[in-house]
């Protein structure tokens, strides 16, 4: 048994098809003229960028348009003259072959990227190593490997898959995705979820120990794959896989039906989302608005700061693509651990208590803060957008942003630009001087949304991201679920909305304990919703009191979690 990285749940089961590039000998090859040589890379740089072309158009029709910019950003690099005019340069200079300049200029960008501690740039790593096999192929002739054609029942078995492969593959043939290299936001990772193909990456060696027709069986929730499994293995396999299926198709009974408790309560079971293309998996999980959308990933991945106008568009599409739903726009969460070159800031000794969100967006008001909320109270005419602030500590800041909303309300009026004058603001409940401060900040904002993972970071001392620490990382943990409760209980009191929208929002062992403090809206990623819905409509915040009262009188999160595991699974 090999484990690797749960990277698209499901369980695979089939026969290995070993995916393996035809060698290329790369050598520096001397050109008896350059010219000629350059007149054959142009060739085959847009034979390449043909090939692409088809690639992306063939993603965009068999997966979505959200895809196939994997593929536009290969053609931005093809495009790219800094690139193009390197290798060129490289075969003038050298007098060598296309395939060396490629291989040498392509590399040291790859080698650059990858080196760089950033998933993003790992990605671009990725990116510019599949560019070039592929301008290499052309140039030799060799046909790209063909996995649209594998025969039904197909796991591929991979070094890694390269974003142009993934493009290829027939759903309906390929059961199940293994690669030695990847992580679980690799483009083809992302694609393998989109296509709900099962795949465990990043599963070390694993090309060592399997030939092509070997029988696999894999299983993308756990990260778990096993070769050659003997009988009992595959049975007991497949009966989980028709399992998961059968939840999968038994959830889509709720899609529809509302999110109602046993004794009558609307439930608000919402959806986190980064981008705004992410509005499609809304509404395919029949998410009811949006309670988290992450704006920072607007202003991530390129060169310079979204405009207004930019942004504008981009909390428009979401407003009207969620039709009049609630949809909440959490401003900047930026800084600190989440770098953005562009912005020169500098690096903080401990990021977690630095210089990021609302410290950063109120120092920058004029570069930073005023442009994105004229772009939200501008789109905010459009739909039903609420502005939400991260990070919040005291009431000063709360008061900053809120000034600051009514002037730019302000200059918009002057300006004779539509937006919602009732729009409403407020907080990410996710520190511990947040949690305390609970009742006095809820009688100065319309709603609460308590960020679960930082608030556990907080309060627990815990740095989120630490393996070492992890044990002590429980919302479980009685000093965070205390927390929670008073944050519900003075949300309530002051008569205002409370959501969650960390991922403790969707976990069953904690959704009866959130339903029985009083919470009012659950904000998770979408594919979790039909299944948070399922649960909620089980239950009723009167009989679950008393398992609430039993869970609070313990003193460990260990106790707490074991009396939740019992009980879910009653
Ligand atoms: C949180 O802290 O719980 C949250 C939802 O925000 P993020 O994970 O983006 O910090
Ligand atoms: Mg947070």
Excluded: W
């Amino acid at each position: 048994m090999f484990k690797g990285t749960n990277a698209s749940a499901g369980i695979g089961i089939g026969k290995a098809a070993v995916i393996k590039e035809v060698e290329m000998v790369i050598r520096p090859d001397k050109v008896a003229s350059v010219e000629t040589e350059v007149q054959r890379f142009r060739g085959a740089l847009a034979d390449t960028v043909a090939q692409t072309t088809v690639l992306r158009d063939d993603l965009a029709t068999k997966v979505g348009e959200k895809e196939a910019e994997i593929m536009n950003g290969h053609l931005m690099l093809l495009a790219d003259p800094m690139l193009t005019g390197e290798i060129e340069e490289a075969i003038k200079r050298d007098s060598i072959c296309s395939e060396y300049a490629i291989e040498t200029t392509c590399t040291t960008y790859a080698d650059m990227f990858a080196s760089m501690d950033d998933e993003l740039m790992q990605q671009r790593a990725t990116d510019m190593r599949d560019i070039k096999t592929r301008m290499q192929q052309v140039l030799q002739g060799i046909k790209p490997v063909d996995i649209a054609s594998l025969p039904e029942g197909s796991v591929i078995v991979a070094k890694d898959l390269t974003p142009s492969m993934t493009a290829g593959i027939n759903p309906a043939n390929v059961t199940g995705i293994v690669t030695e290299l990847g992580g679980k936001t690799s483009h083809s990772a992302i694609l393998a979820r989109a296509l709900e193909i099962p795949a465990v990456v990043a599963v070390s060696n694993v090309l060592d120990h399997i030939k092509d027709g070997d029988s696999i069986v894999l299983d993308g929730s756990e990260g778990v794959v096993i070769v050659n499994p003997t009988d009992i293995e595959t049975e007991v396999y497949a009966a989980k896989r028709n399992a998961f299926l059968q939840e999968k198709k038994e959830l889509e009974r709720y899609i529809g039906m509302p999110t109602m408790t046993k004794d009558g309560e609307h439930i608000e079971l919402v959806a986190n989302i980064g981008n705004p293309d992410d509005v499609a998996k809304v509404l395919q999980y029949d998410g009811e608005g949006v309670g988290l959308f992450r704006t920072e990933f607007l202003f991530m991945d390129r060169n310079s700061m979204p405009t207004e106008e930019e942004q504008f568009e981009a909390y428009k599409k979401v407003a009207v693509g969620l039709s009049g739903k609630p949809v909440i726009i959490r401003t900047l969460d930026i800084g600190g651990d989440k770098e953005i070159p562009y912005m020169g800031l500098a690096k903080d000794e401990n990021p977690f208590l630095g210089y990021r969100a609302i410290r950063l967006c109120l120092d920058r008001k004029e570069d930073i803060y005023r442009p994105q909320l004229r772009a939200l109270l501008r789109a905010s005419h459009f739909g039903q957008i609420k502005i939400m602030i991260p990070m919040i500590t005291c009431l000063e800041e709360i008061r900053e942003a809120k000034a600051l909303i009514e002037e730019i309300k302000g200059e918009l009026d002057a300006e004779g630009i539509a937006y919602n004058k009732d729009i409403q603001v407020g907080i990410m409940v996710e520190t511990a001087a947040a949690s305390l401060m609970a009742d006095v900040f809820a009688k100065e904002v319309d709603f609460f949304s308590i960020g679960t993972n930082d608030l556990t970071q907080y309060t627990m001392s815990v740095d989120r991201g630490n393996e070492k620490i992890s044990y002590l990382y429980s919302t479980f943990n009685p000093a965070v679920l205390r927390s929670i409760r008073n944050i519900i209980t003075c949300g309530r009191e002051a008569g205002i909305m409370v959501g969650m929208c960390g991922e403790a929002a969707s976990d069953p062992m904690m959704i009866p304990l959130l339903l029985a403090f009083g919470l009012n809206e659950f904000s998770m990623s979408a594919s979790a919703i039909l299944k948070s819905r399922k649960m909620i409509t089980e239950y009723s915040r009167e009989e679950l009191q008393a398992v609430a009262d039993k869970a609070m009188s313990f003193t460990t999160a260990k106790e707490v979690e074991d009396y939740m595991k019992e009980f879910i699974n009653q």
